[in-house]
């Protein structure tokens, strides 16, 4: 009876997310562009929740609690209240030129902007094949978790394969569906019910253990390390380094990026960045407080284990429990529908439909035709990245960071590109390639040191593309079917 309920409780609300999907894909148009940015209307709420939503992963609830568990509360400081506030501000700096961009000349990946900035199709290309490559381990961060969380909450009756596989499904089904309107509107209800729910548990789990006072007299006797503010692992320079490249890196994600194409208004979009950090310090708090004060409690987690289920399963009736991750499934789902809609997008926008546009027998590809492609892009996508999580994964922070910091190190070659009239594509190139192949043996080569007195390789990674760019863009002339007045001319429309 137990598993009954919490397949109910889980299965139920994923059946619920598919409904709304249903009724978005009857009311919207059969075009690529409402399908991938729902024909550019979204209002305030929308825009910040589905924004919210989507950044909602398992890396927020697991990884993170899971960190926070190891190490310490300091990890709320990080991803809570820096790295709210410094994408706050690239969604205003970044967001809002893009948005004019995007309103001017109808794009819809970043890949196309920076195509026709430095007019070049194999530019273009390259942006989207660096995006895809590190999109594709993100997408199947959620599966993990997915996967993880299940086995967790059911005590293995459930195995690892069948959940991811089950998240898996649902993502199909819903995101072809769907698409961008359906996915803002089921992120919306997702965002809020995820606010709720993760206060709820929090709050339930200090009544039970006597509040926080008792929760916090239990963390210092048993890791009185974790109650001072620095420690070998929370060291200045490593928080500065996460908080930053994470922050970066957000603003280079595909499904986040697209957001700021998708707003109505320039005023939507300065609402919603205001009321970013806000958002992110009343989510991060609970899940990663759980996660601190569990390490207190008389909770056994194996080795590899994921904190937050565990704890509830423990201090919680099934219900609840199965409810709180139900909402765990529900951030996973947010993030990974807008992760394979974005992938899509990419391919289709950047890859697949240059390529016929150019061959001399076909002059353009039809919007049906465009939409339909998108949708097969995402079983295609999904069910690969389904299969690779089945093979011995990596760990859902490594995963996790490696994607945050890798798009990090295109964020400050496209600041430049936006603001400096005279970036070169040489330029762009040297700095995007410089960074990405520099981060790249960070991760995979000894040669390349992971660390330099404690900053990240992640944030030198971006000073070496920052560098690249403006240096080789300075000793450079600008390539002749560069459009650059063209460009300039839709950063200054109003």
């Known amino acids: ?23 978005a894909y009857r009311v919207a148009d059969r075009t ?28 927020t609830f697991f990884a993170g609690p899971n960190i926070a568990y190891q190490q310490g509360p300091e990890w709320v400081l990080v991803m809570g209240l820096m790295d709210g506030i410094i994408f706050a501000i690239l969604w205003y700096v970044i967001g809002y030129k893009q948005w004019l961009l995007g309103q001017n000349h109808g794009y819809v990946t970043l890949g196309e902007m920076l195509g026709d900035r430095f007019g070049a199709t194999w530019f273009r290309g390259l942006v ?11 997408v199947m961060l959620q599966q993990v978790g997915a996967g993880t969380a299940l086995t967790a909450l059911t005590g293995g009756a459930i195995p690892y394969w069948a959940g991811a596989g089950l998240i898996t499904v649902f993502m199909i089904l819903y995101v072809v569906l ?46 009185a390390q974790h109650l001072a503010l620095g420690s070998d692992y929370y060291t200045p320079q490593w928080m500065l380094s996460t908080a930053i490249t994470i922050g970066f890196g957000v603003a280079m994600f595909p499904q986040v990026n697209q957001r700021f194409f998708a707003a109505g208004s320039r005023t939507v979009l300065k609402r919603s960045f205001a009321l970013w950090p806000i958002l992110c310090v009343l989510l991060f708090v609970p899940s ?12 056994t987690i194996p080795e590899g284990g994921n904190v937050l289920p565990i704890v509830l399963a423990e201090y919680t009736p099934v219900w609840f429990a199965a409810l709180v991750i139900a909402g765990a499934m529900a951030a996973m789902m947010s993030s990974s529908d807008s992760m394979l809609l974005s992938g899509s997008s990419y391919f289709t ?22 939409d339909f492609v998108a949708r097969v892009g995402v079983v295609v996508f999904a069910t690969a990245s389904f299969l690779v999580s089945l093979v011995n994964p990596a760990t859902l922070f490594e995963l996790g960071d490696a994607a945050f910091s890798e798009f990090a190190q295109l964020a400050l070659p496209v600041l430049v590109a936006l603001y400096w009239r005279r970036t070169t ?36 990674g971006m000073g070496l593309g920052l560098v690249g760019t403006v240096g080789v863009s300075l000793v450079t002339t600008p390539a002749a079917d560069e459009e650059r007045a063209l460009y300039f001319d839709g950063l200054r429309a109003d």
């Open 1 to 23: 009876m137990t598993l009954a309920l919490q397949l109910a409780i889980i299965v139920g609300y994923l059946v619920l997310a598919l409904a709304i999907g249903l009724v």
């Open 32 to 59: 690529a562009e409402d399908f991938y940015l729902a024909s550019r209307t979204f209002g305030t709420i929308v825009l910040l929740f589905t924004t919210f939503a989507t950044l909602l992963s398992a890396f």
């Open 128 to 138: 989207a094949g660096i995006s895809l490559v590190w999109l594709f381990p993100y």
């Open 178 to 223: 769907a698409g961008m309107r359906g996915i803002a509107w089921t992120d919306t209800l997702q965002g809020a019910f995820m606010l709720v729910i993760t206060w709820v548990a929090l709050l339930w789990l200090l009544a039970v253990v006597g509040g926080p006072t008792s929760a916090t007299a239990a963390l210092e006797a048993e890791a």
């Open 288 to 299: 990663f407080m759980i996660g601190a004060w569990a390490r207190g409690l008389d909770v």
């Open 349 to 370: 926008r950047d890859l697949y439909r240059p390529v016929l546009e150019y061959r001399s027998d076909i002059q353009s590809i039809s919007a049906q035709r465009e």
């Open 425 to 460: 594509r040489a330029g762009m190139t040297a700095g995007i390639l410089a960074s990405q192949l520099f981060y790249l043996a960070s991760l995979f080569t000894a040669i390349v040191p992971s660390s330099y007195a404690g900053w990240t390789a992640g944030i030198v």
